[in-house]
Nanobody
């Protein structure tokens, strides 16, 4: 069982930066593929970025060139560095994990609010 806790959300002006963190409890963090999703009220949750157990990454088109996903297995923590933020990035951001690189993400954090506004 893995418990995930996000932090780092907040209010930022357009063009600004934020770094989200996702701290995982339990052992074998390196065996989990991890991801960031976001959700806006009334819309489906969407995958923003993913990092595999071997460090391979995937980004939604809207995140490419602006967001960077990373992980530190020694700290059981995953990060999402966001720069060039836009108002349309406003959402609740969730981290999610799954054992291995295949299948659904079945471990979720509680979410952290990111608001981009002037």
């Amino acid at each position: 069982q893995v418990q995930l806790v996000e932090s780092g959300g907040g209010l930022v002006q357009p063009g600004g930066s934020l770094r989200l963190s996702c701290a995982a409890s339990g052992s074998a963090f390196g065996a989990y593929a991890m991801s960031w999703y976001r959700q806006v009220p009334g819309k489906q949750r969407e995958l923003v970025a993913l990092i595999g157990t071997g460090g391979s990454t995937y980004y939604h088109d809207s995140a490419k060139g602006r967001f960077t996903i990373s992980r530190d297995n020694t700290k059981n923590t995953m990060y999402l560095q966001m720069s060039g933020l836009k108002p349309e990035d406003t959402a609740v951001y969730y981290c999610a994990g799954r054992r291995g690189d295949l299948g659904q993400f079945n471990y979720w954090g509680q979410g952290t609010q990111v608001t981009v506004a002037s």
